[in-house]
C-alpha cells in the first residue's frame, strides 16, 4: 500500500467518524427521548413489579474457655479447625431439615433463601435469611440458629457458641435496587439509540451531496442541479 493510499484511507476514516458524530448530534434528541424512557420503565418495574426481599442475619461466635482471665489457646486453634466444620452442618439436610418442619415448609425453602459464612479470619459464623417476608426472614434465622446450638449439644457435646448479633426484623429491603435499576435503565437506553443509529450509519448506502459523489466516481462535480419543492 502506497504513501497516498494510506493517507486517503486514514481521512476516509476521519470523515466517517465526523459524520458518525454529526449523526449522532443530529439525533441527540432520540437518545435522550430514549433514556429518559428506559429509565421510567425498569424504575416502574422495579417499584411495581420486583418483589422486594428483605434480610435478618444472626452471628455466631465460637467462645474459648478462659481461666482467669486468660483464654485456652489450644481450644481457640480447635474452633479454627472446626467452624467450617459448623458452617457445613447448618447447610446440611438435618439442620434444615428440622428448622423446616418448625416452621411448616419445605427444606428447599430454606436452603434457597438461606446463606452461611465463615468471616474471613474469625471465629463468627453468619447465618442470613433473604426472602420477601422481613418477619418470614427473622422466623427462619431464629429456626436454624436453634436448631443448630441444640443439635450441637446434644450430639457433639459443643456448648461455646454464643450469639453475638441477633436476628432483627428489616425495616428496609435489601433488593432490588431503585438507583442501580434507574443507572441500568440509562444505560441501556443510551445503548439502545446509540446503537440503533450506528447500525443505520453503517448500512447507509445513500449519496447525500456533491462531496460524496466526487469521493465515489473519484473525478470533481462540474455541478449540481438544485431541488425546489413544489
Same mark, same amino acid.
Given at each position: 500500500?502506497?504513501?497516498?493510499?494510506?493517507?486517503?484511507?486514514?481521512?476516509?476514516?476521519?470523515?466517517?467518524?465526523?459524520?458518525?458524530?454529526?449523526?449522532?448530534?443530529?439525533?441527540?434528541?432520540?437518545?435522550?427521548?430514549?433514556?429518559?424512557?428506559?429509565?421510567?420503565?425498569?424504575?416502574?418495574?422495579?417499584?411495581?413489579?420486583?418483589?422486594?426481599?428483605?434480610?435478618?442475619?444472626?452471628?455466631?461466635f465460637l467462645?474459648?474457655?478462659?481461666?482467669e482471665g486468660?483464654?485456652?489457646?489450644?481450644?481457640?486453634?480447635?474452633?479454627?479447625?472446626?467452624?467450617?466444620?459448623?458452617?457445613?452442618?447448618?447447610?446440611?439436610?438435618?439442620?434444615?431439615?428440622?428448622?423446616?418442619?418448625?416452621?411448616?415448609?419445605?427444606?428447599?425453602?430454606?436452603?434457597?433463601? *438461606?446463606? =452461611?459464612? &465463615?468471616? +474471613?479470619?474469625?471465629?463468627?459464623?453468619? /447465618?442470613?435469611?433473604?426472602?420477601?417476608? #422481613?418477619? !418470614?426472614?427473622?422466623?427462619?434465622?431464629?429456626?436454624?440458629v436453634e436448631?443448630?446450638?441444640?443439635?450441637?449439644?446434644?450430639? *457433639?457435646? =459443643?456448648? &461455646?457458641? +454464643?450469639?453475638?448479633?441477633?436476628?432483627? /426484623?428489616?425495616?428496609?429491603?435489601?433488593? #432490588?435496587? !431503585?438507583?442501580?435499576?434507574?443507572?441500568?435503565?440509562?444505560?441501556?437506553?443510551?445503548?439502545?439509540?446509540?446503537?440503533?443509529?450506528?447500525?443505520?450509519?453503517?448500512?447507509?448506502?445513500?449519496?447525500?451531496?456533491?462531496?460524496?459523489?466526487?469521493?465515489?466516481?473519484?473525478?470533481?462535480?462540474?455541478?449540481?442541479?438544485?431541488?425546489?419543492?413544489?
Amino acid at each position: 500500500m502506497t504513501d497516498n493510499e494510506i493517507l486517503k484511507s486514514e481521512d476516509e476514516i476521519e470523515i466517517n467518524l465526523g459524520e458518525l458524530f454529526q449523526l449522532l448530534k443530529k439525533n441527540i434528541k432520540l437518545i435522550i427521548i430514549s433514556i429518559l424512557l428506559c429509565t421510567v420503565l425498569l424504575g416502574i418495574v422495579t417499584v411495581f413489579v420486583i418483589n422486594k426481599k428483605y434480610e435478618s442475619t444472626t452471628r455466631l461466635f465460637l467462645k474459648p474457655d478462659v481461666t482467669e482471665g486468660i483464654a485456652d489457646y489450644s481450644q481457640i486453634n480447635s474452633n479454627n479447625l472446626m467452624v467450617n466444620n459448623y458452617v457445613e452442618m447448618i447447610k446440611g439436610n438435618n439442620i434444615q431439615g428440622i428448622a423446616a418442619n418448625e416452621l411448616n415448609m419445605d427444606a428447599e425453602e430454606i436452603n434457597s433463601c *438461606l446463606s =452461611v459464612t &465463615n468471616e +474471613t479470619d474469625t471465629q463468627i459464623i453468619s /447465618i442470613t435469611a433473604k426472602t420477601i417476608d #422481613p418477619a !418470614l426472614s427473622k422466623d427462619i434465622v431464629d429456626a436454624v440458629v436453634e436448631t443448630f446450638t441444640k443439635e450441637a449439644k446434644e450430639k *457433639l457435646n =459443643v456448648n &461455646n457458641i +454464643t450469639v453475638v448479633d441477633e436476628a432483627e /426484623i428489616a425495616t428496609e429491603p435489601v433488593s #432490588p435496587s !431503585l438507583k442501580l435499576n434507574l443507572v441500568i435503565g440509562a444505560l441501556l437506553g443510551a445503548s439502545l439509540s446509540i446503537g440503533y443509529l450506528f447500525i443505520k450509519f453503517m448500512l447507509d448506502t445513500h449519496i447525500h451531496n456533491k462531496e460524496e459523489v466526487e469521493k465515489f466516481l473519484g473525478i470533481p462535480c462540474l455541478g449540481s442541479v438544485p431541488y425546489f419543492e413544489e
